[in-house]
C-alpha cells in the first residue's frame, strides 16, 4: 500500500510538470508564428514550412492536455512531438548554419538588419520549442509507464481480492457442510436414542410378560 501511494505520488508530481510544459510549449508555438509572418506577408515556401512547423507543434502541445485520456490520444500525441521535433531540429539547424541563404529564401522586404533580428529570434524559438518538447516526450512516456503500472496494480489487488473473496466463500461453504453434517449425525443419535429407548421398554416389558 506505501509503494503504491509513492507511485500515485510520483506520478501526479510528473503529471503536473508535463502539463507545465505542455502549457509553455503552447506558448512558444503560438508565438513561433509572428517572425515567420512580419518576415513576409503571405510567406515563401520556406515561410510555410516554419509555419506549418509552428502549427504542428501547437496542435501536439494542445493534444498532450488530453493524452491521459485515451491510448488513441497517447499515440497521435507521441507521433506529433516526434514530428515537430524533426522539423524544429532541421529549421534551427537550416536557420543557424546558412543564415543568408535562409534570408534570400525567406524573401523578406524588411531592413536587412530587422529581417536577421527576425530569423535569429525564429532560430531561438525552434531551439527552445525543440528543448521542450524532447522534455514533454520524455515525460510523456514516464506518465505512460506509471498509468500502465498503476493500471497492472490494480488488476493485480482487483486479482487478489477476486481469491481473497473465493478463498473465503470456500470456506464458510466448507464449515456449513461440516455443521450441516453434525447436525445430520446429531439428529441420527437422537433418533436412535428414541428407537432405543422406545424398542428396548417394549422388549423388557414383553421378557416379563412371558415370565
Known amino acids: 500500500m506505501a509503494a503504491s501511494n509513492s507511485r500515485r505520488k510520483s506520478c501526479s508530481f510528473i503529471n503536473l510538470l508535463l502539463s507545465f510544459l505542455n502549457f509553455i510549449l503552447f506558448i512558444l508555438s503560438a508565438a513561433s508564428f509572428a ?3 512580419s518576415l513576409k506577408m503571405p510567406p515563401t515556401s520556406l515561410g510555410w514550412a516554419f509555419l506549418t512547423i509552428s502549427s504542428i507543434s501547437l496542435l501536439s502541445s494542445f493534444i498532450g492536455f488530453y493524452s491521459r485520456l485515451a491510448h488513441f490520444c497517447y499515440i497521435t500525441h507521441v507521433s506529433l512531438l516526434l514530428a515537430s521535433s524533426t522539423g524544429q531540429l532541421l529549421g534551427f539547424l537550416a536557420l543557424f548554419t546558412k543564415e543568408e541563404s535562409s534570408l534570400s529564401m525567406l524573401g523578406s522586404r524588411r531592413d536587412p538588419r530587422e529581417a536577421k533580428v527576425l530569423v535569429r529570434l525564429e532560430c531561438g524559438v525552434l531551439m527552445a520549442m525543440f528543448v521542450m518538447q524532447m522534455g514533454v516526450l520524455i515525460l510523456s512516456f514516464a506518465v505512460h509507464s506509471c498509468l500502465v503500472r498503476e493500471y497492472e496494480g490494480l488488476e493485480a489487488e482487483r486479482d487478489a481480492s477476486v481469491e481473497k473473496r473465493r478463498a473465503k466463500i470456500a470456506r464458510v461453504q466448507e464449515e456449513s457442510m461440516a455443521n450441516a453434517e453434525k ?15 422406545k424398542y428396548g421398554n417394549n422388549s423388557s416389558n414383553w421378557m416379563k410378560n412371558d415370565v
Open 35 to 37: 517572425p515567420t509572418i
Open 183 to 197: 447436525i445430520v449425525e446429531l439428529k441420527n443419535r437422537e433418533f436412535d436414542d428414541k428407537m432405543k429407548s
